[in-house]
């Protein structure tokens, strides 16, 4: 069973950084692709970027510019780097990964206040 595990999660001001990391618990994986999705209190969860085994990312409008989903050198570990952070980034981010089926972390709750 794969288990992914995200961090790096927290409280930030409007403006800060932010960088989230989601890797396999134990093993390396080459996975197919990878991504970030988040879900906000009372709303569905929506997809933030996702990245091929190609390197080939995407990214939702309301990020674009601003996040960066990047991997490691073995595929098994994805980032997203979050710049010019504002309060409707608030949700809780969880990574998702797929091998021959889809895995998805616990997720990490990321708050942007004043």
């Known amino acids: 069973q794969v288990q992914l595990v995200e961090s790096g999660g927290g409280v930030v001001q409007p403006g800060g950084s932010l960088r989230l990391s989601c890797a396999a618990r134990?093993?390396?994986?080459?996975?197919?692709?990878m991504a970030w999705y988040r879900q906000a209190p009372g709303k569905q969860r929506e997809l933030v970027a996702n990245?091929?085994?190609?390197?080939?990312?995407n990214y939702a409008d309301s990020v674009k510019g601003r996040f960066s989903i990047s991997r490691d050198k073995t595929l098994s570990t994805v980032y997203l780097q979050m710049n010019s952070l504002k309060p409707e980034d608030t949700a809780v981010y969880y990574c998702?990964?797929?091998?021959?089926?889809?895995?998805w972390g616990q997720g990490t709750q990321v708050t942007v206040s004043s």
């Open positions: 990245i091929s085994i190609g390197g080939g990312a």
């Open positions: 998702y990964a797929r091998l021959i089926k889809d895995f």
């Open positions: 134990g093993r390396t994986f080459t996975f197919y692709a």
